[in-house]
T-cell receptor
Framework: GENVEQHPSTLSVQEGDSAVIKCTYS??????FPWYKQELGKRPQLIID?????GEKKDQRIAVTLNKTAKHFSLHITETQPEDSAVYFC????????????FGQGTTLQVKP | DGGITQSPKYLFRKEGQNVTLSCEQN?????MYWYRQDPGQGLRLIYY???????QKGDIAEGYSVSREKKESFPLTVTSAQKNPTAFYLC?????????????FGNGTRLTVT
């Protein structure tokens, strides 16, 4: 079936450095790719999303890039801060009539002060 | 914390018992979803519903059941047939069940079965 692979599973960076998380998806019909942030003990929250008609989207320190040919997309966080420490999930839709999302396995990001 | 309420936050049950997890939303969203979260496995879809009185199996529906009698409510029953029920369960909703409709999550219910 359809799946989404996410790497790395853990990522540790110094405050101020950049962090990159990568995902690949299998369903060539996928056209919506959200990213969620889950802080410890809290619910996942949408931080940015991208649709297949664009290759890149930015929101302040966060950006997402999409390569439809290669079927991969990435999250870039610049100037990381300790409050960026969390688990990040990528997702891709499958069967676009339902809004159903398939999630990656998650990346635990630690930003060291 | 938004308009999705999951209760209770923690739930303990003995093996062999069915248990129902509550999910209520007041966002007037059409679609609702149940995900299961296990360490290192991301979020896996159990069931979803695009409209009242209709629902579909997700990727790991075995041992679970749902109902959608009201737009606001989407309870999940974990039956004794679920082989490994201990997990963190997340309910979500979206304005529609169609493309590009972001999910809004509840705070989750942590179920422990012993």
């Amino acid at each position: 079936g359809e799946n989404v692979e996410q790497h790395p599973s853990t990522l540790s960076v110094q405050e101020g450095d950049s962090a990159v998380i990568k995902c690949t998806y299998s369903d060539s019909a996928s056209n919506y790719f959200p990213w969620y942030k889950q802080e410890l003990g809290k619910r996942p929250q949408l931080i940015i999303d991208i649709r297949s008609n664009v290759g890149e989207k930015k929101d302040q320190r966060i950006a997402v890039t999409l390569n439809k040919t290669a079927k991969h997309f990435s999250l870039h966080i610049t100037e990381t801060q300790p409050e960026d420490s969390a688990v990040y999930f990528c997702a891709a839709n499958t069967n676009s009539n339902t809004g159903k999302l398939i999630f990656g396995q998650g990346t635990t990001l630690q930003v060291k002060p | 914390d938004g308009g999705i309420t999951q209760s209770p936050k923690y739930l303990f049950r003995k093996e062999g018992q069915n248990v129902t997890l509550s999910c209520e939303q007041n966002l007037n969203h059409d679609a609702m979803y149940w995900y299961r979260q296990d360490p290192g496995q991301g979020l896996r879809l159990i069931y979803y519903s695009q409209i009242v009185n209709d629902f579909q199996k997700g990727d790991i529906a075995e041992g679970y059941s749902v109902s959608r009698e009201k737009k606001e409510s989407f309870p999940l029953t974990v039956t004794s047939a679920q082989k490994n029920p201990t997990a963190f369960y997340l309910c979500a909703s979206s304005p529609t069940g169609s493309l590009g409709s972001p999910l809004h999550f509840g705070n989750g219910t942590r179920l422990t079965v012993t």
